[in-house]
């Protein structure tokens, strides 16, 4: 069996998972539009069309085809919608697309939308607004306060986040980012309405914790995996302990029976006076998941077994508590001129 993982970028560890997972009964191969240090830790690799080019779903089948790949999936939010679009594609070349159903990625992709779900189906959420005056009236009326948080309504990561004090702020700081947005390729979902491309949310304070909710390929949910988050950097878990928590547990069952993605959910929450608070969730694998991984999990020889039309061991469905991890800057070389 041969995967392919696209967009790769800097998670060289995700293809290492995968690599481990097929034991040498495959290849791992990995794209991307520029040389990452994913790609080299690739069995194979390839570049690729930028995701938004014409011919990037074409060239994706024929290279899959090519290389007898059998299955596809990405790390890159960007990417998901497009090749979800092409599901039926895929899977009429015998490639399985480990990605969610369109409408589960638009929910998950748009934070507007994501609050909607998460309300309507009774989480607890941030208050959030899409519209500039209407938070401006509710701060007014005494129903939130500042700080708040302006993000992208597509967004990921920390990009283009800030935190306003004050009424001013607010409104220069909304104007900033909504200028920002339309310089960076953050411009390209945005454009789905782009006077409503910025949310506003109020700031909650408490412990801040990342969920890895596990769904099968089939869409049936699994287990969920809880880790308290102690390091952020550029939006991204640094460091992170493993936990029980039951609370945490409970809301990832929901969600991934609620939701209905595949594979994994990579969810942020925060618990406040002892109730979960959903923040975002991502349809791929996260910044948090290798702190599941060193704890004891293995979702992509789940994944693996999945694939085979196999059950997964229980023990690779599972975490210990209390592993403490911290992620790792490593140089590489990608290319060296002769002199």
């Known amino acids: 069996m041969n995967i392919i993982i696209t967009s790769a970028g800097r998670r060289s560890y995700i293809v290492k998972y995968f690599q481990d997972a097929l034991a040498g009964d495959g290849l791992v191969h990995a794209g991307n539009s520029e040389l990452s240090a994913a ?18 779903i074409d060239f994706l089948i024929n290279y899959c085809k090519s290389n007898e790949i059998t299955a596809i999936l990405s790390l890159f939010d960007v990417d998901l919608p497009v090749l979800a679009m092409a599901r039926e594609r895929f899977i009429a070349e015998s490639i399985f697309p480990i990605v969610s159903a369109y409408n589960v990625i638009a929910i998950c992709n748009d934070k507007w939308e994501t609050y909607k779900f998460l309300i309507s189906n009774n989480f607890k959420s941030p208050a959030t607004y899409i519209d500039l005056y209407d938070v401006m009236n509710d701060i007014s009326d005494g129903v939130v306060q500042y700080p708040v948080i302006l993000k992208p309504r597509w967004g990921m990561g920390s990009v283009g986040i800030s935190t306003a004090d004050n009424a001013e702020e607010l409104q220069i700081l909304y104007r900033k980012l909504k200028n920002d947005i339309f310089k960076t390729y953050l411009k390209y979902e945005s454009q789905e309405d782009p006077d409503k491309s910025i949310i506003i949310q109020e700031m909650i304070l408490g412990d801040e914790y990342g969920l890895d909710v596990i769904n099968d390929l089939n869409q049936k949910y699994v287990c969920t995996f809880v880790k308290r988050k102690i390091a952020m950097r550029s939006g991204e878990t640094d460091s992170a302990i493993t936990v029980n928590n039951s609370p945490l547990e409970n809301a990832g069952a929901m969600l991934g029976e609620k939701l209905g993605h595949i594979g994994n959910l990579d969810v942020d929450c925060f618990i406040v006076d002892n109730k979960p608070y959903i923040l975002e969730m991502n349809c791929r694998f996260g910044g948090g998941y290798p702190f599941s991984h060193m704890a004891g999990a293995n979702i992509p020889l789940a994944i693996i077994h999945w694939l085979n039309k196999k059950i997964p061991p229980d023990h690779i469905l599972k975490i210990k508590a209390g592993v403490l991890g911290v992620k790792d800057i490593t140089p590489i070389v990608l290319k060296q001129e002769i002199s």
């Open 39 to 56: 790609l080299l830790a690739a069995d194979k690799y390839v570049l690729t069309p930028l995701i938004y080019d014409s011919e990037y």
